[in-house]
């Protein structure tokens, strides 16, 4: 029976449109852009100047404190600015940007094709090299995959889920890492495991990806203590709260991390970082990234460097087609909308969705009617409709009632709602408010 998560879900048009469309390299921009808050907590610190010459692979950004990210120069040049630019959403955000003369890697890094399967090193030391290469989760939130690892005093870890679901309408990243760096992924997943200590390791892939399955299947045969998973395919199945469910049959406590469980979830292209950057000395400077769009003339996954300007992306894809109506990052379900080309790719950049003007242009909302179809859809078992209203009316302490903070923002309620009501936008606010409420009260 094809396992699934119980409570909710939605089953958007897959629109997988790259799919079949192998990984290619994308030129060096002449230019890169290199966010120092790219990451989930506290920017990193530069440690280069203006003027300063970089080589690929070396340290610019200095993570600070414990949930924090160290940033690498995504090539060689020389750092013209440091400055606070716009990202992709338009938020100003300390920068360092990088006129591009080459690609000299700095000479620790190992840029063989060679696989390495030798697994030597000992939990902490392990830990250490992906805290060192600024290793972030991939899968879109870019939480530093170190602060995931070092789990907390009281806390066991009897399990890992590498989650190669990408249940996001469009996406094809992960399914095409899969099936090209299939080998580097499970020596990645097993660094993982090993740092970790635990010895029960789950692949979780929905059955629209059948070769997928396959190939991994096929790759893990002798391995007893990895086992592929296929899922139903139901959005949204990725979320590491819906996953778990899926495959241990656990429920995450309102309020509680996967780690309350027993388990801890990885995507896969933080598996194959996790390769590199532990047995190749290799920093996360580049990632690989769908662009696509039904009118987009070649839908691609692209394997990108670090603060390429989202522009560039699509002129490697064919350029902005005519009826282009609004640009996301990530999928339509949870991405994001952007307003600021000239920005770089970050490393939790996991799409580029360029989407029609016909498909882009938002419904006329009309008044709730009380159907309880976004009750009925969300995953969480919240009640949308309610945290919306509270949201209105700027009830914020209220919204805690109601588990506003258990909302995992997969926009399941607004793609339901037949008054096509902004529910998760007004949520997402709510939640922000309600968190902000939360640290000024101690």
Partial sequence: MIKRFHKGG????????????????????????????????????????????????????????????????????TVTAIDMLPDAGGIRRQTIVIAVEGDTWAPDIDLSETLL??????????????????VTGMGGAAFPTQVKLSVPSGKKAEMLIINGVECEPYLTADHRIMLEQGEEMLVGTKILAR???VEKMYIGIENNKPD??????????????????PLRVQYPQGGEKQLIEAITGREVPSGGLPIDVGVVVLNVATA????????????????????TGKSL???????????????ALIEACGGMPDDAG?????????????????????????????????????????????CSKCTGVCPMGLAPYML????????????KDWYATDCIECGSCSYICPAALPLLDNIRVGKAELIKLKKNHG
């Fill in 388 to 399: 919306y209203k509270l949201e209105v009316k700027r009830m914020f302490e209220e919204m």
């Fill in 297 to 311: 003339a070649k839908p691609s996954n692209a394997r990108v460097r670090i603060g390429t300007p989202m522009s």
């Fill in 212 to 229: 997928a399955i396959a190939h991994l299947t096929k790759l893990v045969s002798d391995d007893g203590n990895i086992t592929v998973v």
């Fill in 10 to 77: 939605v089953h958007p048009a897959e629109n997988k449109l790259s799919g079949a469309a192998a990984i290619v390299n994308l030129p060096l921009p002449k230019t890169v852009y290199v966010s120092l808050s790219q990451h989930a907590g506290a920017p990193a610190k530069p440690v280069v100047a203006k003027g300063d010459k970089v080589l690929t692979g070396q340290l610019i950004g200095q993570s600070v404190g414990f949930i924090s990210s160290n940033v690498h120069a995504p090539a060689s040049g």
């Fill in 117 to 134: 399967t030798q697994i030597n090193l000992s939990p902490e030391e392990i830990i250490k090299k992906i805290a060192d290469a600024g």
């Fill in 272 to 291: 194959v970082a996790t390769y590199e950057a532990t047995l190749k000395n290799k920093p996360l400077v580049e990632r690989i990234i769908t662009v």
């Fill in 326 to 370: 609004k640009l996301i990052g990530g999928g339509p379900m949870m991405g994001r909308a952007i307003s600021n080309m000239a920005a770089g790719v970050s490393k939790g950049t996991s799409g580029l969705l360029i989407m029609p003007r016909s498909e882009s242009l938002r419904k006329k909302a009309s008044v709730c009617i009380k």
């Fill in 195 to 197: 740092a970790l200590g």
